[in-house]
């Protein structure tokens, strides 16, 4: 278990509703402790204003991501909601980066997943002067990155941008399965593979038509 206090019990209801409470100000009293010891990135993701108001990375989606092994891993994500806006938001971990209750191969799986989206996260500072930043994701995975420095960058994103990430993220996954549909007739066992990319199509498409009766709204 990689979450200290926002954990999929606490997510899930397995805790009173005291303990979901105290476990929740815990974490808010532990992160207002921390922002004067944290960079401006890591600030910005607890809470702090830019210019375009708040970041939250709550439901936030992978649309690429890329490791360098220690010296830097970088997330994109299409994140926000109609309060605090849509936003593209890029954040690099960069310098000795580690990390932790997951590897590589885990994050490929989970951030290559059209239905993986982040959820909740925490920060700490370490004793060997680094940072670490840990992430609960929809499908009860958990991982946490450390760091010595952080870069967040974010651009507005408007429903009609939105929309069209969605259109995008629908052809590279119809692409995928006919890719994995040729594969397979020439002898290769990928039916899991192809199952999954069908699960996420079916709900790139739907995601798509629910963001343009919104617009449309």
């Known amino acids: 278990m990689v979450m200290r206090w926002l954990t999929r019990q606490w997510l899930h209801g397995a805790l009173t509703e005291a ?44 649309e690429w991501w890329a490791s360098d092994g220690s010296r830097s891993l970088t997330l994109e994500l299409v994140c926000g909601n109609e309060q605090v806006h849509y936003r ?17 191969h885990d994050l490929r799986r989970w951030l290559n997943d ?25 499908n009860d995975e958990e991982f946490g990155v450390r760091f010595e420095d952080i870069v967040v960058v974010s651009a507005p994103l408007s429903v009609s941008a939105l929309r069209e990430y969605w259109r995008r993220r629908r052809f590279e996954f119809s692409s995928a399965y006919v890719r994995l549909v040729w594969a397979h007739a020439a002898g290769r066992e990928l039916a899991w593979d192809i199952r999954r990319h069908l699960s996420n199509l079916a709900f790139a498409v739907d995601q798509l038509r629910h963001r343009g009766d919104d617009d449309d709204h």
């Open 19 to 62: 303990e979901t409470d105290a476990r929740l100000d815990q974490c808010r009293s532990h992160h207002e402790a921390l922002l004067p010891r944290l960079p401006p990135g890591l600030r910005l993701l607890l809470g702090e204003q830019d210019e375009l108001g708040y970041i939250t990375l709550h439901d936030g989606a992978v």
């Open 88 to 104: 593209r938001v890029l954040i690099q971990y960069r310098g000795r980066v580690e990390l932790v209750g997951a590897d590589e």
């Open 114 to 138: 059209l239905h993986t989206e982040f959820l909740y996260d925490e920060v700490d500072v370490l004793s060997d002067g680094r940072f670490e930043h840990r992430h609960l994701l929809s």
